[in-house]
C-alpha cells in the first residue's frame, strides 16, 4: 500500500467502535455476516475487534481474518493498548489474513495522561517508540493513535506521531475522542501535522471522531481537504455516546460533490475517477443489515439511508420531482442500492426462483438459512399479494440472527378487545429441554406477553424502549420490532419482523432474553479504554 494514496481510505470500524454502542453486542456469526458485507461494500480496512478485550472479540477477529481477509479481501485490523499483552493478542487474531494490520494506542493529552495513565511526556515517548516496535515485529502494517489529540497540546502531539512513524508506524491516526473540535480547527489539527512533523510522508494520516456535537462528517470532510487521506467510521454512525462519523454520509458527500473535493487530491475538477473503492449500490442494504443485527433503527430523517432520504410531501416538490429528479434530488436513490421493485416471485415459486433472487439482491445464504428464509418466504406469500424486495430483506435479516435459542418459544396466543382483559399464554422450552406453559394479563396484548414470558423465563431485567415500524406500506405490511433490555447495567437488544406484530414482539423479546441469558453464562467482553490497568503497561 502506498504511504500516500491518490484517494480516501475507508477505515470501518463498525465491528469495533460500533459495537460499543449500548445494546449493539454482536456474536461471532453476526460479526463474520457483517464482515462479508463490508467486504462487498469495499471497504479498505475492517477493524474488526479488540482481541485481548475477550476470547469471544479474539476468536471473531481470528475467524473474520481467515474467511473474509483473503488476497483480495480488505486488510483486517486488530486494536490493541500500548502493551505487549495486547499487541500479541491481536498480531495472533489477524495472523490468518492476507493482509493484517495491528492499531495500537496511546493517550497524548495532558489530563490523561496525569489522571488516567499517571505517566509524563517522556514516558508516553519511551512506550510509544517501544510499542510501535514491538508491534512492527509481527507485521508491517501498523497504526498508532495518540488517544485524545484534538486535546493534546500541538508540540507534544508532533514529538509522539514523530516518534510512532520513526518507529514504524504506518498509519497515524488522529482522534477526537470525545467529540469536541469544530470542523476549522479539525482541519487546522491536521494542516498542522502535515506541516510540523518531518516524517509524516512515510505515513497515511487517518481520523477517527465522534458526533458529540453533530459535527463528525464535517470534521472530517475538512481533514481530507487539509491531507487525510483514511477516515475511520460505522455504517449509520453507530458507536458510543452520539457515534461516529458515518461512512455512508461521508461517502455520499465526496461521490456527490466530487469536483468541489478534486482539486483537493491533485485532480482536474471534472475527473470522473472516484475518490474512494466503495461500491455505494451495497451501501442501503448494509445499512439495513446493521440495523438489524444490532436492533438500532435508522431514524427516518437520517441522510442517505433514512426511510424519508428520497421521500417528497410538499407539493410543489412532488411537482418538481416528477418533471426532473434533479430538482430536489442530488443524488439517484438507486445509487445507493435503493429501489422499489416488486419481487416477481409468488407462493407457487421454487426454492431455486428464490435463492436466484436472493443473490440478485446480494444475498448469499447457506443451505439451513437459505431453507428457513425460504419457509418464511411461503408463509408471507399465503398472506400478501404483492412482496417487496424490503420485505424480502426483512425475512432474510429476520432469518438469519445469529442468537443462541436457550428459550424457544413454541406458542403464543392473545385474547384482547375493548372489553376484555388482554390476555397471552406463551409455551416455552427451556434450556433443559422442558416445555413450559404459563399465562398472564397485562394492560395491553403485548404487555400480557411479556409478562407471561417472564413467568417461565425467570431473568431480572427492565425493558428500556420499544419500537415498531412497518417495513412497507398497506395494511398487510410486515411489522419489525426492536427492544432493549438492561440487566446489571448492560443492554441487551432483540429484534423480529413478521405481519403479527404480537408475534414479532415476542420473537424480539426472546431473542433479547437468550442474549442476556448468553451473556451471563460467558461473561462480558470489556470496552478497551475501560478496562483494569495492567500494572507498569503504561494504560
Avoid: W
Avoid at 14 to 35: F, H, I
Avoid at 351 to 376: C, H, I, P
Avoid at 521 to 529: A, F, I, R
Amino acid at each position: 500500500m502506498s504511504t500516500q494514496p491518490d484517494r480516501v481510505l475507508i477505515f470501518d470500524t463498525t465491528l469495533r467502535d460500533g459495537e460499543q454502542s449500548p445494546g449493539a453486542t454482536m456474536n461471532v456469526e453476526e460479526k463474520l455476516a457483517v464482515a462479508r458485507q463490508l467486504a462487498r461494500l469495499g471497504v479498505d480496512i475492517i477493524e474488526a475487534g479488540f482481541p485481548y478485550a475477550s476470547p469471544g472479540d479474539f476468536e471473531a477477529v481470528q475467524r473474520i481474518a481467515q474467511e473474509v481477509g483473503t488476497v483480495d479481501g480488505p486488510t483486517i485490523c486488530g486494536l490493541a493498548r500500548a502493551t505487549k499483552q495486547d499487541i500479541e493478542a491481536a498480531a495472533r487474531a489477524i495472523e490468518p489474513a492476507d493482509k493484517g494490520r495491528i492499531h495500537t494506542f496511546i493517550a497524548t493529552s495532558d489530563i490523561h495522561m496525569k489522571y488516567k495513565l499517571k505517566k509524563s511526556r517522556d514516558e508516553v515517548l519511551a512506550i510509544t517508540d517501544e510499542m510501535v516496535r514491538f508491534a512492527k515485529g509481527f507485521t508491517d502494517d501498523v497504526e498508532f493513535s495518540p488517544e485524545d489529540a484534538g486535546r493534546s497540546e500541538p508540540e507534544f502531539l508532533y514529538q509522539v506521531l514523530e516518534v510512532a512513524i520513526a518507529a514504524g508506524a504506518t498509519t497515524i491516526n488522529i482522534p477526537d475522542t470525545v467529540g469536541y473540535l469544530t470542523p476549522s480547527e479539525f482541519g487546522g489539527l491536521i494542516k498542522g501535522i502535515a506541516e510540523n512533523v518531518p516524517n509524516v510522508d512515510q505515513a497515511v494520516i487517518s481520523v477517527h471522531g465522534h458526533n458529540d456535537l453533530g459535527l463528525a462528517v464535517a470534521n472530517f470532510l475538512e481533514a481530507v481537504k487539509n491531507g487525510a487521506r483514511q477516515l475511520e467510521c460505522t455504517i449509520n454512525g453507530i458507536g458510543e455516546r452520539a457515534g461516529n462519523a458515518a461512512l455512508e454520509e461521508l461517502v455520499m458527500a465526496m461521490h456527490v460533490r466530487r469536483q468541489y473535493f478534486n482539486p483537493f487530491f491533485g485532480r482536474p475538477a471534472d475527473s470522473e475517477a472516484p475518490l474512494t473503492h466503495i461500491n455505494t449500490q451495497e451501501i442501503y442494504k448494509t445499512s439495513r443489515l446493521i440495523s438489524s443485527v444490532t436492533g438500532m433503527l435508522v431514524q427516518p430523517n437520517k441522510a442517505i439511508v433514512g426511510a424519508n432520504a428520497f421521500a417528497h410531501e410538499s407539493g410543489i416538490h412532488q411537482d418538481g420531482v416528477l418533471k426532473n429528479k434533479l430538482t430536489y434530488e442530488i443524488m439517484d436513490a438507486q445509487t445507493i442500492g435503493l429501489n422499489d421493485n416488486l419481487i416477481v416471485l409468488g407462493k407457487h415459486s421454487g426454492r431455486n426462483a428464490f435463492r436466484t433472487r436472493l443473490q440478485e439482491l446480494g444475498y448469499e445464504l447457506s443451505d439451513q438459512d437459505l431453507n428457513k428464509a425460504f419457509l418464511r418466504f411461503k408463509e408471507l406469500a399465503d398472506k400478501k399479494k404483492e412482496i417487496s424486495d424490503r420485505d424480502l430483506e426483512a425475512i432474510v435479516n429476520d432469518e438469519t440472527q445469529q442468537v443462541v435459542e436457550h428459550f424457544k418459544l413454541e406458542l403464543v396466543q392473545v385474547s384482547c378487545g375493548s372489553s376484555a382483559r388482554p390476555t397471552a399464554t406463551v409455551t416455552i422450552l427451556t434450556p433443559n429441554g422442558e416445555e413450559l406453559m404459563d399465562a398472564a394479563i397485562g394492560t395491553g396484548p403485548v404487555d400480557a406477553v411479556y409478562k407471561a414470558i417472564n413467568r417461565v423465563v425467570d431473568i431480572p431485567n427492565d425493558l428500556i424502549e420499544y419500537s415498531v415500524q412497518s417495513v412497507t406500506a398497506g395494511i398487510d405490511a410486515m411489522g419489525e420490532v426492536t427492544i432493549r433490555l438492561r440487566h446489571n447495567q448492560h443492554i441487551y437488544s432483540g429484534h423480529a419482523a413478521n405481519t403479527d406484530i404480537v408475534v414479532a414482539s415476542a420473537d424480539a423479546y426472546m431473542q433479547a432474553l437468550n442474549r442476556l441469558y448468553s451473556a451471563t453464562q460467558v461473561g462480558e467482553s470489556l470496552h478497551p479504554q475501560r478496562m483494569a490497568v495492567p500494572a507498569g503497561t503504561g494504560v
